[in-house]
């Protein structure tokens, strides 16, 4: 029997998520149906990340606790594709699992799954065209969409295994991101994120990130976020346009990795930390009352406890309003793997912890300073309690919502005025 019902699951970061929302569309326009879930699946398609081990070690569980549905179902099909499935390749193909696709292959998919039941197949090919023109995503959400601006890295930043999974970098045409954004506009959709490795070199002919972003806010949809932002590419006429377009959102999403110039350099980061620095200096001077995020890594090869400290006096003195911390996690394949001096996983974990320590109570001081003002919160759900929402401010911030109404506010801009916090998030009433 043709495999007809399919579930995907996605991990992994905005890019794999957009993604997941490119295959639907695919295997929909074959005549396939996707599904929400597992138990009514032919086809379980994990789409996968690969940027550090436990993010892989995650999946291989997730294959197991799914490969138990044979029992039922002894039919059905296993996919891996996204990331980790571009890393691994054939080997991934066992006894449970018959796909497996990289990200520049999903077009092969309806065919791959067609034949999947007497024919394993893995396709990894990395293509610098494919950008998945023409095709319309699914989208799962009716009121905020990602928009990619460009697939691919070329940096090689030494940790790093995404230039390998994504293959180089590739920008997609501004005249095609600009139909794109006005059609969703005219759909309702009131939030695009743009997303891109590096948006910074997105580049388009005459069109660098500077004038695509200009050219999108000159569309009038009403909030623009883009990610992530490359340090060493990031310029000052990018924070005059956003300072000058009340929609774009005023967050940056600064990536920091280290705080030490030496382990900046090991990195291949190709910035120092007073540039760093200046870049946030300027951002706060264009953009009073701007929010910026970052990522970190501890326990990098060679990081002294003198590197870290430093890395520590960064957190300390830029005071993120949100940071992704990370401990090192080394990927076959990248020029850091084959680096000496590895810091032992216990240091790398401690490191870890004080980091979010020093974190969680930066955020904490600053959502008490927060009490007490107004914010536009877009509204995503139901809280956790189902008696209120949860949204974000502009600047990205999480906000629990209160109210008595039951109507749906999901999609819509509600002014919420902030009376508590608890843990990463304000808490507040609709007014
Ligand atoms: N292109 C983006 C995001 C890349 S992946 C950027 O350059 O910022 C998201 C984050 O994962 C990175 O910013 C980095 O902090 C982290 N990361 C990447 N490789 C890693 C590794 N080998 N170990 C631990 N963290 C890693
Ligand atoms: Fe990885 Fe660096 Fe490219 Fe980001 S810029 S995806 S960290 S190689
Ligand atoms: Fe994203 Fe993970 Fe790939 S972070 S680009 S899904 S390795």
Redesign the pocket.
Known sequence: MKPEKIYIETYGCQMNKLDSEYVNAILTEDGFTVVTDPDDADVILLNTCG?RDNAEQRIHGRVGELSSLRRFKPDLIFGIIGCMAQRLGNNLISDVVSIVAGPDTYRLLPSMIEKALYEKTSFTDLHRDETYSGIEPVRVCSHSAWVAVMRG?????S?????YT?GSERSIPCDDILAEIENLKQNGYREVTLLG??VNSYNDGEINFTRLLERIAQTGIEWIRFL?S?PKDLSVDILDVMSKNDNICNHLHL?L?SGSDRILKAM??KYTISRYLSLIESARKFIPGINIST?IIFGFPDETEEDYRNTLSVMQSVRFDFAFLYRYSEREGTKAALFPNKVPEQVRLDRLREAIELQNSIIRQKNRERIGATYVVLIKGLSKDKQGWYGFTETNIPVVVKSKDGASRIGSFVNVHIEDSTGGSLVGTAI
């Open positions: 940027v890295c070329n940096n090689y930043c940790y790093c295994i995404v230039p994504r490795q590096n992530t490359h990536p990795q291949n980061r990522d």
